[in-house]
């Protein structure tokens, strides 16, 4: 019982030692959605799973269903699970208000105490599963601290954030191999960087590559040829062709960047970051300095050192004062974002154009 990583959450799965009672959240929705099938399958026989594996909407069910699941005996002995879906606890607690809203106080303080009666006399042969999947959890806020607190006294409050890079990079390496193929750190590395840390789209995108290669080495060129982009890396890729000067192909990814529904304040931030990740390697370089130097003035991890050897490379073409006035620009562009009513797309191909005549 308490709080757990999915560190503690494996090993009680390994151990067989289940709580009765769990709640799933986090930042990572792929691991969310995951350990809320997974746990069922590892307590319930397949054969069983009709009669013992309740599925539940939180936006819909009663308490009076909830119970029912919940003290439900399972077919032929083990365990019975619930597992209910996005139940929106922080509406079952109130917060100090005026007389004036006592009623409704009242009325929320039975509720929340209905729950914790459901949740703290759960069957020994029931394990029942709060799995919060679009319900953003805020850990600062007086509810969610109840909440969470709540879990942790009767069973486990589950955080489920996304696995470290380094993590990442060694899952996918493994599940290449399990696939029959090779996939080396760096590049794995790679494609994490230009796909996201999402588990999810980095097993698509992976078994996609797979198929490709049928059993060889995966090397960048494969990934680039292959994987979707995330956001991040189109939008890194809108800056290489601004500064590599080009126009055409610049525009036109600023345009399907804007169709993507992409903020024009995202796409200012992250262009901006490449021109001064230039700015950065040109001065250290000048100064007698290298690329390992600016990574450890500025604690880019090792994975992320392409970027720097990226902006190296660019940054031959301009001098300091080039890439500085640059800098200015962005600021005078982000300044004008933020406080005029310029239609962002609009602010963005004059900095184009702007960019494009240094």
Not at 35 to 49: C, D, G, L
Request: proline share 1%; glycine share 4%; with cysteine.
């Amino acid at each position: 019982m308490g709080e757990l990583n999915e560190k503690g959450l494996l090993s009680q799965i390994r151990n067989k030692d289940f709580d009765r009672l769990y709640l799933l959240y986090g930042t990572d929705d792929y691991l969310k959605k995951h350990y809320a099938s997974f746990i069922p399958q590892k307590t319930i026989e397949r054969e069983y799973e009709a009669f013992n594996l309740h599925i539940l909407d939180g936006a819909d069910a009663s308490f009076e269903e909830i119970a029912d699941c919940v003290n439900a005996l399972p077919l032929m002995g083990g365990y019975a699970c619930t597992v209910i879906h996005d139940m929106n606890f922080t509406a079952l607690i109130s917060e100090r208000s005026t007389d004036d809203e006592e009623k409704r106080i009242d009325e929320n303080s039975k509720r929340f105490e209905e729950l914790i009666e459901i949740i703290s006399d759960i069957p020994e042969s029931s394990i029942v599963i709060f799995w919060l999947d679009t319900i953003e959890v805020n850990e600062r806020n007086g509810k969610w601290i109840k909440i969470i607190k709540t879990f942790s006294k009767y069973g486990s409050a589950v955080k489920l954030n996304s696995r470290s890079l380094s993590e990442l990079a060694k899952l996918l390496c493994k599940s290449a191999s399990q696939r029959g193929c090779t996939l080396n750190k760096d590049a794995a590395y790679y494609m994490i960087n230009i796909v996201g840390d999402d588990m999810g789209t980095l097993r698509n995108e992976l078994d996609k590559l797979c198929l490709y290669k049928k059993g060889e080495n995966i090397v960048k060129e494969d990934i680039d040829e292959c994987v979707i982009l995330s956001a991040q890396a189109k939008i890194f890729n809108l800056a290489s062709l601004i500064i590599t000067g080009k126009a055409d192909e610049a525009f036109s990814d600023l345009d399907l960047l804007i169709k993507q529904k992409e903020e024009p304040a995202k796409i200012l931030a992250i262009v901006s970051g490449a021109y001064v990740d230039m700015y950065r390697v040109k001065a250290a370089i000048q100064s007698g300095l290298n690329i390992s130097d600016v990574a450890t003035c500025f604690k880019v991890p090792k994975n992320k050192l392409f970027t720097l050897e990226n902006a190296a490379s660019l940054s031959r073409k301009y001098s300091l004062e080039q890439i500085s006035n640059a800098i200015d620009l962005f600021y005078e562009a982000d300044t004008r974002l933020k406080s005029t009513r310029t239609d962002g797309k609009v602010l963005l191909e004059y900095l184009i154009l702007d960019l494009l005549r240094i």
